[in-house]
């Protein structure tokens, strides 16, 4: 019965869903993603060795695979596919071959090569959360739990003194980016029953409020300057404290109003607005989706206009800096996710 049952959701999530979505996705923004998903479908390695499913466009790239799959298959998911079903389903199973492989025996996702560090570690823990709660039980899913177990606990080992995250395991400078790539990590591992403890979310909860300045906008790092505060982190900051529950925080509103002045086609642009567009709008999606009414059905209409406007011929996204760094795929996989929030599938994505 169970099965049954389970095959049943299936269909849905797959077939029927789709055609039900928020009306906000409308037919420019559809051939968008349809064209930004294809493009990762042809960046992901398919020859035999250790980067196979793993997606990147060029060495320079390659350094950063564990953050880059991770947030490709995010993509894939967000349309409605999961491991080995649905029309992206190889692509998203190979990905998670390639990330399972990055485990080491301490729990941390990463290998020799690798860049993306803390950062790839977290993302990479939100992608195998997201999929261990769309999978039926299976021994697949048994080794994700695993992973999830020894990769959160790796996470919570090296939280600081402060209630922050470092670029490695067990740095003692902490910093704002990675904390709450970290918080959001153990949040989407403690919805699918990963034991998190309560002290732990509590510390970096009260990192990011003491990070917060009067005017709405977030440090890079507790105990910096205001000179510091950019709406990347804020929009990470807010985004972070949404996702703990804390809704109706002067923190959470104060932030709230501060990244409306950056209202996307209208508001302001300055350098770090533009050396981290991708990554400022990953959060800022999530923390507009999951703010008040009215917020989101101002930031949506927005964001989906620029996006649309940006992408390029081939499918994909990208800006100076970011690119520069870490390639297409990051920024392609980023933009297609914010398209596809209307869709409801990723429980990060969910209010």
Not at 142 to 165: C, F, M, N
Not at 252 to 266: E, T
Request: hydrophobic share 35%; charged share 20%.
């Amino acid at each position: 019965m169970q099965t049954a049952t389970f095959a049943l959701l299936i269909f849905l999530l797959l077939w029927i869903l789709p055609g039900m979505a928020d009306q906000a996705i409308t037919e420019d923004a559809n051939f968008a993603i349809r064209k930004g998903l294809e493009y990762l479908v042809r960046k992901q390695c398919l020859e035999p060795g250790k980067d196979f499913g793993a997606f990147y466009t060029d060495f320079e790239e390659k350094k950063y695979a564990v953050a880059t799959t991770s947030f490709a298959c995010l993509a894939f998911l967000a349309n409605g596919s999961i491991p080995g079903q649905g029309k992206y389903g190889k692509q998203i199973s190979y990905g998670l071959d390639f990330i399972l492989s990055c485990v080491g025996r301490n729990g941390y996702i990463s290998r020799l090569d690798d860049e993306s560090r803390m950062h790839g570690h977290g993302f990479a823990v939100l992608f195998l959360a997201e999929t261990y709660g769309m999978l039926p039980d299976s021994g697949r899913s048994q080794q994700i739990y695993e992973t999830l177990k020894k990769a959160t606990a790796l996470i919570l080992q090296s939280q600081t003194d402060d209630g922050g995250w470092g670029y490695l395991p067990g740095d003692k400078l902490h910093e704002g980016s990675i904390t709450v790539c970290e918080l959001q990590a153990l949040r989407s591992a403690r919805n699918v029953g990963i034991r998190v403890p309560k002290q732990s979310i509590d510390r970096a909860v009260e990192y990011l409020r003491r990070s917060a300045n009067p005017d709405g906008s977030f440090k890079y790092r507790l105990g910096m300057t205001r000179a510091h505060a950019s709406f990347p982190l804020t929009a990470a900051g807010v985004s972070s404290l949404n996702a703990t529950g804390e809704y109706d925080s002067q923190e959470i509103q104060r932030g709230l109003d501060f990244m409306m002045r950056y209202l996307p086609l209208q508001g302001k642009e300055d350098d770090y607005y533009k050396a981290f567009y991708f990554y400022g709008q990953f959060y800022a999606a999530q923390a507009m989706y999951q703010a008040p009414p009215g917020y989101w059905e101002k930031w949506y209409p927005n964001i989906r206009q620029d996006l649309i406007k940006r992408q390029r011929s081939d499918g994909s996204w990208g800006s100076n800096l970011e690119e520069q760094r870490f390639g297409p795929v990051y920024p392609t996989a980023v933009a297609s996710l914010i398209l596809q929030i209307p869709y409801h599938y990723l429980p990060i994505f969910q209010r």
